[in-house]
């Protein structure tokens, strides 16, 4: 494929905002309305994993690429960010799936802070452009499954990271360069059976 980081930014903040957006918008799932969503507030954290191998084309792991990692960041952190937002940053599976967060948002949720430091081939070049950005970066083992929004940008995984429960957006941005792009959102449990009303 053809492109150019301008493609990579445009892509990647369509794909932000409509991630953030989801449940404003009227849209529908698996037959039950996307209001059940609630949206997201000051504070919650997204995740987002990605392979910049992935949106390049190759396979996993085999070209991971700074400049990538770049671009899509200089789109999808001020996004986050305007509104209110953490980003967590997941590594790649040689660090275990990680996490590089804001040492605020480590703190407000009581997450335990590892000694790692990502780099380009353990950890990934989207983790490493987050300990290169963020204000006071720290790696932690794991969000205890905390984040209410999170993107998969090339399958890298992010699952573990999302609270439940876990609804797939169906995103018409579903493309970051050569990545598929899946983004989900999550709800309150549904419960009480055929008398409840949500």
Known sequence: MEFSLDLLKKQAK??????????????????????NIPPLKP??????????SRVLGYHMGTHSTEDVACAIMDEVLPVIKEHGLYLACQC??????????????AEKYGFEEVCVKPRLHAGGAWSVRATEVFSD???VEDIKAQARAGMDIG????????????V???????????ANVIMARVRPKLIGGARAEY
């Open 14 to 35: 369509a794909a932000i905002t409509e991630l953030i957006n989801y449940g404003q918008v009227g849209l529908e799932y698996a037959g039950t309305s996307s209001h």
């Open 92 to 105: 790649c599976e040689h660090l275990n799936r990680a996490i590089v967060v804001e040492r605020e948002c």
């Open 137 to 139: 970066p720290v790696v």
């Open 43 to 52: 504070g919650d954290i997204v995740v987002i994993g990605c392979s910049t």
């Open 155 to 166: 399958g890298v995984l992010i699952g573990m990271h999302l609270r439940r429960v876990a």
């Open 168 to 178: 797939p957006v169906h995103n018409e941005n579903n493309k970051i360069g050569e």
